[in-house]
């Protein structure tokens, strides 16, 4: 009704009241089985593909390798390399997971330039640049910190 121009309102009116156009907008709307068996259907897909897969893997194996399987499989592999060095109780410097939580920290705060950049593609002023120094000030700021009190400083 308020796709038409007011001029026609008033002549669609007494239309839309007859049954028939009811009963023609009610069978338009869909049903909960409209909705819900698309989603099923994806479900039952994203449980068959992997079930299937570890299914066919479990089968295949069994048949080329047999019940004995190779003497690589119980090799330690860390990155590609057979020779692994030290034990998996080994400890590792605070400076590393410190490293990788300000990583983390400032990598989320870059990607907030993004949906910057894709606003100021669409802007025709620089007012956008305004917008993004002091931004990048606190980043900045943020960085040298962190510089001076050595929490980028790996040796230590």
Known sequence: MMLLTPMLAPLVAPLLSLPVA????????????????????????????????????TVLSRLVLGRRGTPGQNTQVESGLTNTIGTSRERFSVKFYLIA????????????????????SKVDDWSMVLLLLPFLVMLEV???YLFRKGALDWEE
């Open 142 to 144: 943020g960085y040298l």
């Open 101 to 120: 939580m300000l990583f983390l920290a400032f990598d989320l705060e870059v990607a907030f330039l993004f949906p910057w950049a894709v606003h100021f």
């Open 22 to 57: 009811q009963a023609a907008a009610e069978a338009a709307a869909p049903s909960v089985f409209d909705i819900v068996f698309p989603l099923t259907i994806l479900v039952l897909i994203g449980i068959a593909i992997p079930a299937g897969m570890m299914i066919a893997n």
